[in-house]
């Protein structure tokens, strides 16, 4: 299976910048599409972006030219800079994986980091 850990959250005011980074390891080679999500409280959790193997992304329309996702297949890293922040992005933000193995389709969550901004 895959393993994922979040970092890069934290407390920034409006218009700011943060730099979420996804850390993968584990049967990474079998990854296909990696993703941001992330869940606002009393909220449901909700795609942000997402990037395939081959580098397409498609973006949730309100991150739409704020928010762009890469990802570094050599160094199993995904990152999500966010610009221009906005107190309606507060929420935790997801890494997520979706992969193919012998056994199956799959689908793994990290365990999440908390973006704050203050108006």
């Known amino acids: 299976q895959v393993q994922l850990v979040e970092s890069g959250g934290g407390l920034v005011q409006a218009g700011g910048s943060l730099r979420l980074s996804c850390a993968a390891s584990?049967?990474?080679?079998?990854?296909?599409?990696m993703g941001w999500y992330r869940q606002a409280p009393g909220k449901q959790r909700e795609l942000v972006a997402v990037?395939?193997?081959?580098?397409?992304?498609k973006y949730e329309d309100s991150v739409k030219g704020r928010f762009t996702i890469s990802r570094d297949n050599a160094q199993n890293m995904m990152y999500l800079q966010m610009n221009s922040l906005q107190p309606e992005d507060t929420a935790v933000y997801y890494c997520n994986a979706k992969g193919v193995l012998i056994t199956g389709e799959y689908e793994r969550w990290g365990q999440g980091t908390q973006v704050t901004v203050s108006s």
């Open positions: 584990g049967r990474t080679f079998s990854v296909n599409a």
């Open positions: 990037i395939t193997s081959g580098g397409t992304t």
